[in-house]
């Protein structure tokens, strides 16, 4: 990334950038929109092709095409949060059920023990009453 950074300071480079059709504002940020693998470094194909995809206004196609991705991200993160919050649910249930089974137990034991209480009953959350579909 340096020697491109330090290449942006060109102005022939940056020059042969606007003739590309790349807009000034978009040359700042280019390396990181090259580099789509993340490595970090480019190689010949991804300066290619990703000057390629930048040339010009976008395409109907290409707005659509990220339309697309990022409603279908949107729902895979919907319903990973669904299994997330399912799993949460099915855990503290458990737990109260332990806590009840413990609580049971204290309480039938012998007369002079003391009472057991939670030691932090408060810091279990509520199970939910609304139902979350099943995915």
Do not use: C
Not at 55 to 79: E, H, K, N, P
């Amino acid at each position: 990334p340096e020697f491109f950074l330090d290449l942006i300071e060109h102005k022939p480079f940056r020059e042969i950038l606007r003739d590309l059709d790349i807009a000034d504002e978009e040359q700042l940020d280019l390396f990181d929109t090259l580099d789509v693998d993340g490595s970090g470094s480019l190689d010949f194909e991804e300066l290619i092709h990703g000057i390629a995809k930048l040339r010009g206004d976008a395409r109907r196609s290409d707005i659509i095409s990220v339309s697309l991705m990022v409603r279908a991200m949107q729902a895979d993160i919907t319903a990973f949060e669904k299994r997330v919050q399912k799993n949460i649910n099915k855990q503290n249930e458990k737990l109260r059920a332990q806590m009840h089974q413990q609580q049971s137990t204290s309480h039938s034991g012998s007369k002079s023990s003391t009472s057991h209480t939670p030691m932090f009953p408060s810091m279990l959350p509520q199970a939910s009453t609304a139902s979350t579909p099943e995915t």
